[in-house]
Each structure stands twice: as C-alpha cells, then as structure tokens.
C-alpha cells in the first residue's frame, strides 16, 4: 500500500527529474541512446542563463514570501490573542468570518484587486504583494494560533500579570516561546501559500523581470517557434519545486502536527 | 555631455573629479550598473521573445552608434496569447514602464478603442507607410490616424514538398487530389497540416479560408463596433465545412485539433505531411533546423475553392507608441529606425522575416538569397485579407474557435456551427449596441 | 473567562482590528466593488470608463449559453473531482495513519503534490499526457498500443484535467482525514477489534462515522476552491478544446484580460460567488453537523 501511494505521488514529479537532465533527441527517442548524447545539464544551463534568469523569480518568489509571512504572523498573533480571550457573539462573529475567508476561492477578487492596485500604486511592488497575500492567509492563521493559544493554561498568564508584566511583555516573555512550534508551523503554511500563489501575482505583477515564480514559469520564454522546450520546463519545474521540497522535507512534522492539530482544535 | 563641464575649468580639484568622474562613467556601464549614467534618453520597447532575440544584435549596434538615444529591451513571452496578457497586465494597472510595444495586427483596434496608444501621424508624417507594399499598410491607419508601423508583413502561406510535386496546388480541389494520392502511394502520412487548437491561430485559418470559398467574415458597418459578421453565409459555412472534412477524411491528421503553429511546423519538417500553411518566417525555421525535407521545400499562396482567390490572413507584427510616454519624440525615431529598410532587410537576411517597404522586395541582394519574396510579394499585393477590424475582435475571434474547434472535435455540421457562431456573434454586438447608447 | 478586567473587550476588539481590517480590504470590498461593476458597462466601447446600465449585463448573463455551459462545467467537475479525492484522501489516510517505520517521511513525500505551485504541476501534467512523446504514450508504445491523443477531445480532456486536479488535491483532503483519524480513541477500535468486526466493519461502524465532521469541513473546502479552478485549466488546457475544460474563473479572467470587458467579468465573478453561496448553503443544510465546533 506504501510504495503504491508513493508510485502515485512521485512518479510524476520523478517524471520531470528525468526530464531537466536529458536532450530533446534522448526525450523523443528513448533509449538506445548513447549515454554522452542522453544526459544532459544544459536545461538547468539555459534556465538560468535565461533573460530573467530564473534565480531571479526564486528570488522574488522568496521576498515575497518573507514579507507574507512576517505581516502574516504580526498581524495574526494579536488577533488569535484576542480572538481566544474574547467570549460571546462577537467570538462566534469573528470565527464564522474566518471560515467563511478561508475557503474562498482566491481567483473571484482578482478583478477588484487589479483595481486596487491600480489606484493604489501597489503594482509592480513585490512588497505591496504582500498585502492581498497576508489578507488570504489570515483566516487559516488566526485560526491555527487561536487553537494553539487555548492550548495553554490560562494559570501562566495570570501569574504574569501578577508580576506586573503588562500585555506586550506577557506575550513576548511567556506566550509566544511556548507558541514557537505553532508559529513555525503557521509560518510555513504561509509561505507554502505564497510561493504558489497565481492569480494574483499574474495581474498585480506586469515587469517580467519582478514576476513570481508560478506566472513566470506559466509563461516561460522560449526564443525558438521550433520545438516546445520540455527540458527547459521541467529544470524550470525542479528548480522552482526545490526549496519546497527542502522545507516540506525539513519541516514534515511541523507543517503535518500544524494542519492536523489546526483542524482538531479548529 | 557629463564631463564636459571638468574641462572646462581646469583646476586641480575639479581636474581630479573629472578623473573620478571619468572613471566611474567607465566603470559603471562595465557592470557596477546595468544602466548607463549618461543623460541619454532611454526608450523601452516590450517584445515577445522571438523578436528580442531576432532583434538583438541590431539593437546592440544602434546603441554603439548613438550616445543620446539608447534602445531598452524587454522581454515578453513566446506565446502571443501570454504575451497580450502581459502587455494589457501592465497598461491595466497604469504602470508607464515601457514607451512601445510590439503588436500583433488583430490587437490595434482594441488598444485603440481603450485609449492606449499614441497617434503617429504627427511624428512620422501622414505618408510615412506609402512606400509599403499595399498589403502590408493594412490595419495600421484607421479612424483618421495612424497607430503603427509593421515590422514584418507576414500573410498565410502554402508551403509544398517540391520533391512531391511539380507544381503546387491553386485550389482546394487540387490540394485534395494531391494529398490523397500522395497518401495512398505511401509518400507522405498525412496530407495537409494547419493550426486547428483553439487559439487566434485557427481564427486566421478560418479567415483565409472563408475568403477562399468566396464569402466574408465582417461587413464594415456602423456604430461602434464598426460593422456585421458574415458568419452564416454559403460560403462560411463551406470553409467550415471544407476543414472539418480534411480532418475526418484522414487528409489532415485529427491531432490538428491541438496544433498550433510549432507543431504543424514539426510534423510537416519531419517529412510526414504533403502540405503545411504557416507564416513566412517557418522557411528560414526548416532550413536550419537540417531535417529531412531541407531543400525540398517550396511556398505558394493559399489554396481557394475553384472560381474564387484569397489572399493569406494579414500577421503582421509592428510598433505602436503608448500613451504615457515620456518622450514620444525619441521612441519616434526609434520606430522609423526600428521599422525602416535597413533593419528590415537585416532580418530578412537573419530571419527569413516578410518585409513591408516595396523596395526591398527589388532588392537584387534580398532576391537572390531569399526566394520567397516573390511569393511574399504577390501574396501581399494580391490583398492579403484582414481580421474583422473591432475593439471587439478578441471576443468575435473566441467564439468563432470555439465553435470551430468542437466542429473538428466531436460530431456535427458545418452549417450548425457557423450558424451558432453567427448567432452568438450578433447577440456580443447587439450588447455592444446598447452600451453605445448608454 | 473570568477575572479580566472590564475593558478587556474593547482591548480584544482592538487586537482584532488589523487583521479584520485587511480581510476586509481585501474580501468585502472587492465583493462589493465587483457587484456594483456588474451594473456598469466598462469596456473598450465606453473607453474603459464605467457607465451605468442598468441591469444589462445581467440580462446579457442569463442569455449567455457559454455561461451556463461554464457553470455547469464547472459544477461538474468540481463534484467529480471533488468526489474522487474523498474517496482517495480517505484511502491515503488510512495508509498514513498506519504506525510504522518512517511514517513521518512517508506523509512529507505523500504531501508533495499538494505544497508545489499549480501552474508547475500543470505544465508538468501537459508533458506528460503529450502526443505523442509523453511519458504516458510511452508506456502505450511499450505494450504496441497506438498513441493516444490524452489533450484532444473534449471528454478524454475533462477526464485528464479531474486527474490533475485530483492528485494534485488529495493530499490535502487526506491530510484532514488524518486529523480526525488521530482524534479516535484507541480503545474504541481494539474493542471493536475484540468483538471480532472485521477491517472493512470498523471503518463502517466506527471510523467513517467519526470521521463525518472531517469530512463535510473537507468537502466544504475542496467545494469551494475547486468551483474556482483557474491555473490548473489556464496551464494545461487554457479551457480547451471547443471550451469545453473553461472554468467560471477563466472565462471572468478572460472577460476582463483580453476582451477588455470589465462590466460583464464582474457580473461573472459575482455570479459565481452567488453559486459558491447557494451550493454551500445547501451543503451546510444536507450535512445539518456543522463542520467545525464553533464555540468551544
């Protein structure tokens, strides 16, 4: 059962490993081939060397997931905060806007946020793009820390308060260092959803060179009318999928515990 | 000019700035900055990718030539349809960041009508396209001015396997009889490939074709969408029907369904079809890419039904200005350079592209190593034939594929579909009508 | 929440305002904006500039065979596919929650599909269903079949896009039905276990019922993002052939990004919310369990 769900998993992406590394010839003949002729680096050469390279939409890719994910958490923390400390109707009011935000799919506002960047400025600003980017993963955060911080004896606090450490130090002393595995896992999340982000990267973005990486890749440049450069899309696909790969890798049980644990105390 | 200023007072201090000074303007264009510090005008011009590449090393030595005006290129997408994407991406969001563009002859009418593009007229003169080929000036000036300058004049064309036959096909009825001898000889698998997939590719079929079964498909009107689709006529629905036939005969392969112009181009320099309609640029392509039909290729202007002509669907690609740029002076010299005879002629020789100055087309240099211009010349002064000239272009082209593409797809007829597409068409410019009056 | 002094309300409300600030910035404004754009003409016939009319682009809605078409579309496949990964997310969850050696490894690597960009897996997928050099076909060529054309027809097309969607999407859904395995008590199923039901009695005794909130907060998610499929169907089939794979979204995107129609993409993008809103409804109706413990 095992290594049928990993066969459905990962062949197709083990696909496009095999592909990044092979000639086009190799590609369309098969094998047979000689080994010199086979395998190849030149895909991840091209790639790279392309005008952008493709460094430079990892690199945008990162930036805006950095900035998405401190917005995020610093706007999420106090909200969650007071979200759990909060009773009545306006807890339950609260909740069901978080829920309702986050199962909304994403692609209905871009028409209006093209607006809004438009008569904002926001364009063409990978920091801007933070914006609508921290306002989408808001639900799911506020709701992941919510869970963690009810996790937490309410005694801990009061004996803070009790000290006389006023809110901000009782959330940076005692709080938040029992919160950190929650955080981290919020915090991938986060960036996850903002490296793949589409729809609206594609319309708030229009310099090639400050795309993000799944537009950038969508639109891959290729100088010949000739042949579809499959090698090249699929070293553009290992490269972008790469530092994904490393952190659901590294981070497995956190991102794994996050969602699990988010959903059990939702 | 910077530096100039240093020399003219030559004091010690002001000597040893101008040495710094001197030595920071040669360093920085060395890689410090990717941008020069001198007071040139920059002009940025996005392209698809294609054409930066293409156009490289002719903009490299226009900047080597002029130290005032300089050249900046960005690039787009392979892809027509992202590259439009693209384009209207950035002029939706009012970002000003290039001065012109490269555009497709069938988006004019539309950038127009949404107020982005700058007239030229003024800057290039009322008789700036008259020494073109009379095909290549269409769909440029319209409305009273002028809103670009082709770069290529690119029409439809027929290309042949000159080691099948003798001469090429003149109508639909010949190219048939050819396909499906040399088909049942064995010489070749397929008969006749074209761009079938639903994109604007099969809309310049369609047009071509319509035309060559003597029919129309837009009748310039009034009101603001500018005129009436023809869609249901006889000689439409005979185009549809002459297309969905190829396919279901086995003349064309039915994989047409998702071909765009790079894979009828593989199938066709892979030796396995008879015939292949494509643009100009496709020669140049085959011969360097050393397949199996290298040298036995041969181009001819579209087929039309027996008793009626067409030209080949207008493709061509040139320079518009944007509103919001900052010196339309500049980017207008840059597109009389950039579309002039001498660039054109150097991507003629470099490219195979189709030029649009009727001088070049005497070109004794041009004739001897190009061949296909005189093709390219009778195919553009036969009157190549032009896509319905509306804002509303894009909508009409979509649901015309559309039904075009399910014709060669699934089951169904001819007359059907192109009656769907007529309806569909008048109900989009019946809309169209109530928004003129509103 | 007792012993906190009276103002903490207000202190909470406060702590809550940013962040219900930019929600509100970037969900209830947007709604509103492209509600009242749906009564607007704004095109390249009017400049771009909007311009009241009325109910027009209402009525123009409701007479537009392709957006019935879409919806449907659209509604099937999100009903389709979303189907299969329930059916397919249980299975893997159940292998997931399985204790043995490197389960942790195992769910990181099942997970994969799910943490990587659409758009890349999508140009992925077209690779791999080519015709006639795809990994697929030549798997085809290796048993003699003939090619295959998987991107060709309309049907076999919609069928290739639900299984992208679907491996792409079931991790996740399996990944929520693991929470709710993980929340079953042991005991419960070592007695079932004692009492001699077999595998397949205990998931259908047990497990599934258990399991039922998870399911309907899976099927509500999946419900809702999959009626708003876009770069999936805009990379690998751009809503071919014969549009028969377009989606609402791409047809609201393509209203609003080619034919410069602004007007009738907001009156698409409020249809389709008002068809998320009704289907939901009726979701929470039939499922009559919340979802979700609200108030804890």
């Known amino acids: 059962m095992r290594s049928l769900l990993l066969l459905w998993s990962l062949a197709p992406l083990a696909w496009q490993l095999y592909t990044s590394f092979v000639t086009p010839e190799a590609l369309i003949q098969g094998a047979g081939m000689a080994a010199g002729s086979f395998w190849t680096l030149e895909n991840y050469r091209q790639v790279w060397l392309a005008d952008p390279p493709i460094w430079r939409y990892l690199l945008n890719s990162a930036v805006v997931g950095a900035a998405t994910t401190a917005l995020t958490l610093a706007l999420a923390v106090p909200c969650a905060y007071g979200l759990q400390r909060q009773g009545g109707r306006l807890r339950w009011a609260v909740t069901l806007t978080l829920l309702a935000t986050a199962i909304f799919p994403t692609v209905l506002l871009f028409l209006a946020l093209l607006q809004l960047a438009r008569s904002l400025g926001l364009a063409n600003n990978l920091l801007a793009l933070s914006l609508p980017y921290a306002a989408l993963c808001l639900p799911l955060a506020v709701l992941l820390l919510r869970a963690a911080f009810a996790d937490l004896p309410p005694e801990l606090e009061d004996a803070a308060r009790l000290e006389g450490l006023n809110l901000a130090r009782r959330l940076q002393h005692v709080l938040l260092p029992l919160l950190a595995p929650s955080l981290a896992s919020t915090a991938i999340l986060v960036f996850l959803f903002s490296w793949n982000e589409y729809p609206i990267a594609l319309t708030w973005i229009s310099r090639p060179e400050l795309q993000t990486l799944p537009p950038a890749i969508a639109r891959i440049a290729g100088s010949s009318l000739f042949t579809v450069p499959y090698g090249a899309f699929a070293a553009a696909t290992v490269l972008g999928s790469l530092p994904l790969l490393l952190i659901v890798l590294i981070f497995q049980r956190s991102i794994v515990s996050g969602l699990t644990q988010g959903a059990i105390k939702g | 000019m910077p530096g100039s200023g240093a020399r003219r007072r030559p004091a010690p201090g002001a000597a040893l700035a101008g040495l710094m000074l001197g030595l920071v303007l040669i360093l920085l264009p060395a890689g410090l900055l990717a941008r020069p510090v001198a007071a040139a005008t920059t002009v940025r011009v996005l392209m698809p990718s294609p054409f930066v590449d293409s156009t490289a090393p002719l903009v490299a030595s226009f900047n080597r030539e002029h130290q005032d005006l300089r050249i900046e290129v960005a690039r787009g997408p392979l892809d027509t349809e992202a590259m439009s994407d693209l384009a209207i991406g950035g002029l939706l969001l009012g970002d000003t960041a290039y001065d012109m563009l490269l555009m497709d002859v069938s988006w004019t009418a539309k950038y127009v009508a949404a107020g982005w593009l700058v007239p030229l007229e003024g800057l290039l003169g009322d008789d700036a396209l008259e020494a073109m080929v009379p095909g290549a000036r269409t769909g440029n000036a319209f409305g009273g001015h002028l809103w670009r300058m082709p770069l290529t004049g690119d029409t439809g064309l027929l290309y042949w396997r000159t080691d099948l036959m003798a001469e090429p096909p003149r109508t639909t009825t010949e190219l048939e009889a050819v396909s499906r001898r040399l088909q049942a000889e064995g010489k070749v698998r397929w008969g006749y490939v074209w761009q079938g997939r639903q994109y604007e590719g099969l809309s310049c079929v369609m047009l071509e074709m319509i035309h060559a079964f003597g029919g129309q498909w837009w009748q310039t009107g009034s009101g603001r969408a500018g005129g009436q689709t023809e869609l249901d006529s006889p000689g439409a629905i005979a185009a549809a029907d002459w297309l969905v036939h190829l396919v279901r005969s086995g003349v064309s392969p039915a994989a047409v369904a998702d071909f765009a112009e790079n894979e009828s181009l593989q199938l066709f320099a892979a030796g396995d079809a008879a015939f292949l309609r494509i643009w100009p640029y496709a020669w140049r392509e085959i011969e360097r890419g050393g397949g199996p039909v290298v040298g036995k290729v041969g181009v001819s202007t579209v087929v039309s039904a027996p008793g009626f002509r067409s030209g080949g669907t207008l493709g061509t690609w040139g320079l518009s200005l944007l509103a919001g740029s900052p010196h339309p002076e500049a980017a207008a010299e840059v597109i009389r350079w950039f579309t002039g005879p001498e660039t054109q002629k150097a991507l003629v020789l470099d490219q195979g592209y189709a030029p649009t100055w009727a001088s070049l087309y005497e070109d004794p240099e041009l004739k001897r190593k190009h061949p296909l211009l005189a093709v390219q010349r009778q195919a553009l002064e036969q009157g190549p034939e032009v896509r319905p000239l509306t804002p509303l272009y894009a909508q009409l082209s979509d649901l015309l594929q559309r039904q075009i593409n399910g014709l060669i797809t699934a089951e169904g007829s001819a007359a059907d579909a192109m009656a769907m597409a007529q309806s569909q068409s008048a109900v989009l410019l019946e809309s169209a009508a109530g928004q003129d009056s509103a | ?296």
Request: net charge positive.
């Open chain 3, 1 to 296: 929440m007792k012993g906190f002094p009276m103002n903490t309300s207000l202190v909470n409300t406060l702590l809550m305002l940013p962040a219900l600030l930019l929600l509100a910035i970037v969900f209830a404004w947007p709604l509103l904006d492209s509600a009242w754009l749906s009564t607007q003409a704004s095109s390249v016939l009017t400049g771009l500039a909007p311009t009241a009319n009325g109910g027009a682009n209402w009525q123009r809605l409701l007479g537009d065979a392709r957006f019935w078409q879409d919806a449907a579309g659209t509604l099937r496949f999100a009903v389709v596919s979303v189907g299969l990964e329930l059916v397919l997310g249980l299975a893997m969850a159940l292998v997931l929650h399985r204790p043995g050696r490197g389960r942790g490894w195992l769910r990181a690597l099942a997970l994969l599909p799910w943490a990587l960009p659409s758009t890349v897996l999508a140009l992925g997928w077209r690779w791999i269903y080519n015709d006639p050099y795809g990994p697929l076909n030549s798997l085809l060529k290796l048993f003699g079949a003939p090619a295959y054309g998987f991107l060709t027809t309309p049907a076999t097309t919609w069928l290739f896009t639900v299984l992208a969607d679907v491996w792409k999407t079931t991790p996740f859904v399996a990944l929520l039905l693991l929470a709710g395995l993980q929340s079953i008590p042991a005991e419960l199923e070592e007695s079932l276990v004692l009492e001699g039901a077999s595998p397949s009695q205990i998931l259908r005794r047990l497990t599934l019922p258990l399991l039922r909130p998870w399911i309907s907060l899976a099927l509500m998610f999946r419900l809702a993002q999959a009626l708003g499929v876009f770069e999936l169907v805009q990379v690998l089939t751009r809503g071919g052939p014969a549009g028969s794979t377009e989606s609402l979204a791409l047809y609201a995107y393509l209203n609003a990004m080619r034919f410069l129609d602004f007007g009738y993409s907001a009156t698409l993008v409020v249809a389709t919310f008002l068809l998320l809103l009704l289907l939901t409804a009726m979701g929470w109706l039939l499922l009559r369990r919340r979802p979700l413990e609200i108030s804890r």
